[in-house]
């Protein structure tokens, strides 16, 4: 009987040593990408959305400061698109939990360059000041609008704002 009650013991730690570590096993996905959107890419069909921005949505328009309006979201993700033609990208799992759209919320990197930071650096989102200090690009965000790169040459709605109007039904 003691014997039996050691067995349980030894095999209930190892199940939950191996429960416990599984994510572990699991946090990072790598190689090519397929772009989604400004801010979120597919590695092996799973999705990963980058923490700690927020880019314009895919369908979403600005205006320059000449007044014109023009594809900013179309722009954002070809750029993205180029960007990322050809290399391996590898994206870090921020947590187990996915997001309302199924969606992995992830520090991606290719070669030494972060995703977000680059998109951030290069005028196509807007930075969440709320993330992590190790992963806030609000000072990439303000290169940009410094230099007016990307949706900084002009005026746009935040993407968030914008979504928010697009699942109301107001179209601009």
Same mark, same amino acid.
């Given at each position: ?5 050691r $067995?349980?013991?030894?095999?209930? *730690?190892? @199940?939950?040593a191996?429960?416990?570590f +599984? =994510? ?10 397929k772009? *989604? &959107?400004? &801010?979120?890419?597919?590695? /092996? ?9 927020d880019?314009?949505?895919?369908? !979403?328009? %600005? ?8 594809? %900013? #979201? ?5 750029? $993205?698109? !180029? @960007? $990322?033609e050809?290399?391996?990208?590898? %994206?870090?799992?921020? #947590? ?7 969606r992995?919320?992830?520090i991606c ?5 972060? *995703?977000?930071a +680059?998109?951030?650096?290069?005028? +196509?989102?807007?930075?969440? =000041? /709320?993330?992590n ?6 000072? &990439?965000? #303000? ?7 990307g949706? +900084? &040459?002009?005026? @746009? /709605?935040?993407p ?5 109007? !697009?699942?109301?039904? /107001?179209?601009?």
């Amino acid at each position: 009987m003691f014997q039996f009650a050691r $067995l349980s013991a030894v095999i209930g *730690i190892l @199940f939950f040593a191996f429960v416990s570590f +599984w =994510p572990a096993l699991d946090k990072e996905h790598s190689g090519p990408a397929k772009v *989604i &959107d400004a &801010d979120t890419i597919e590695i /092996d069909a799973e999705r990963h959305r980058f923490y700690g921005i927020d880019a314009v949505e895919h369908d !979403q328009t %600005c205006r320059r400061r000449n007044g014109e309006t023009w594809l %900013c #979201g179309r722009e954002a993700t070809a750029a $993205l698109v !180029q @960007f $990322l033609e050809g290399r391996t990208v590898t %994206c870090e799992v921020r #947590g187990r939990k996915r997001d309302p759209y199924g969606r992995f919320t992830s520090i991606c990197y290719v070669g030494g360059d972060n *995703i977000a930071a +680059w998109a951030s650096r290069s005028g +196509w989102a807007v930075a969440d =000041p /709320d993330t992590n200090r190790l992963y806030n690009y609000t000072s &990439d965000e #303000g290169t940009a609008r410094f230099l007016r790169r990307g949706i +900084w &040459d002009g005026t @746009f /709605d935040p993407p968030a704002e914008w979504r928010r109007r !697009q699942q109301a039904g /107001d179209r601009p």
